[in-house]
């Protein structure tokens, strides 16, 4: 007779955000890939995802996405830093205008 296996199925509570729901998600269905590639129950488009996950061009297209994340969060932050630069110079100005006598508001 064959020995019977019982394995308990963790439930942990349903995430709170759609964010959060979806990485649940997204590890339940990384488990199982992983328990059919194991267990050689795997289908073929399983096989070929991960396969094109490990290859060099997607190592190459993640890499271009970081450095594409980091170069827009760059240009944010410049344009942020330039917008206060302005005002400064425009604080200035106006500093300047009024310790020099003229009070009126145009430049």
């Known amino acids: 007779m064959a020995k019977k296996t019982t394995k308990t199925i ?6 709170l955000t759609p964010e959060s729901r979806e990485n649940q ?7 199982l890939a992983e328990k059919q590639l194991r267990e050689g129950s795997a289908s073929s488009q399983v096989i070929s995802h991960f396969l094109k996950l490990g290859s060099t061009n997607n190592m190459l297209e993640k ?18 830093s330039g917008k206060v630069i302005e005002e400064l110079y425009s604080n200035a ?7 020099s006598g003229n009070n009126s508001n145009t430049p």
């Open 93 to 99: 100005l106006a500093a300047m205008r009024k310790y």
């Open 63 to 80: 890499q271009i996405l970081e450095k594409q994340t980091a170069l827009l969060t760059a240009k944010t932050d410049a344009l942020k």
């Open 25 to 31: 998600l997204i590890s339940l269905a990384i488990d």
């Open 10 to 15: 963790q439930k942990s509570r349903p995430g």
